[in-house]
């Protein structure tokens, strides 16, 4: 079974910083790629940051820049360092893997950033 925890979301002013975690479990974790999404109110969920088993990572063009993906293969954890943090940042942020064919989701931590 699947588990992905994600942790770390909070209120923060603009400029400030904020780190994600996500603690998987359920797979074979240095195998799988793993990233983040986020959702904000009536939008659709978009992708994040993604890093590939093999370290390749790709961001989003509105954080490029500001925020920093890594994996941690010992610990099976993902990590999403944010920096210079914008009121547009507001939104549900979510872990992802890919895994036999499809993706899963993690339950989903709350980033609120105000002005």
């Known amino acids: 079974q699947v588990q992905l925890v994600e942790s770390g979301g909070g209120l923060v002013q603009s400029g400030e910083s904020l780190r994600l975690s996500c603690a998987a479990s359920g797979i074979i974790f240095s195998n799988s790629p793993m990233g983040w999404y986020r959702q904000s109110p009536g939008k659709q969920r978009e992708l994040v940051a993604t890093?590939?088993?093999?370290?390749?990572?790709n961001y989003a063009g509105s954080v490029k820049g500001r925020f920093t993906i890594s994996r941690d293969n010992a610990r099976k954890a993902v990590y999403l360092q944010m920096h210079d943090l914008r009121p547009e940042d507001t939104a549900v942020y979510y872990c992802w893997t890919f895994s036999i064919s499809r993706s899963y989701w993690g339950q989903g931590t709350q980033v609120t950033v105000s002005s």
């Open positions: 890093v590939t088993s093999g370290g390749t990572i």
